[in-house]
Nanobody, 126 residues
Framework: QAQLLESGGGFVQTGGSLRLSCTASGTTPTAMGWFRQAPGKERDFVAAIRWSDNNSFYSRSIKGRFTISRDRAKNTSYLQMNGLKPEDMDYYC??????????????????????WGRGTKVTVSS
């Protein structure tokens, strides 16, 4: 059974940095994505990456501040978040996809993923 486990969330001041990790078990991903979600709202796309060639997508709101990467040997994706703002404060969760040849344009939507982690909370003080 495919599972994802996020880590790295925490408390940071405005302008600070955090690095989130998402590790897959029970499967080898072909793509992973990061989303963020406020209580009672739908998940908003943040970034996605394709395992085979490192092809990545970002939402406009975080482009230039966040960087997604992956370590294939560790089955882990990372989200490096720099220049954090109070509006970045949310639960961050990762989605995984394990079928062959993922179409990256579908990975900006939560419907493009097969399994999810539980999330990790990021708090940014103003």
């Amino acid at each position: 059974q495919a599972q994802l486990l996020e880590s790295g969330g925490g408390f940071v001041q405005t302008g600070g940095s955090l690095r989130l990790s998402c590790t897959a078990s029970g499967t080898t991903p072909t793509a992973m994505g990061w989303f963020r979600q406020a209580p009672g709202k739908e998940r908003d796309f943040v970034a996605a990456i394709r395992w085979s060639d490192n092809n990545s997508f970002y939402s406009r709101s975080i482009k230039g501040r966040f960087t997604i990467s992956r370590d294939r040997a560790k089955n882990t994706s990372y989200l490096q978040m720099n220049g954090l703002k109070p509006e970045d404060m949310d639960y961050y969760c990762c989605g995984g996809f394990s079928r062959v040849r993922p179409i990256m344009t579908t990975k900006t939507s939560q419907q493009g993923y097969e399994y999810w982690g539980r999330g990790t909370k990021v708090t940014v003080s103003s």
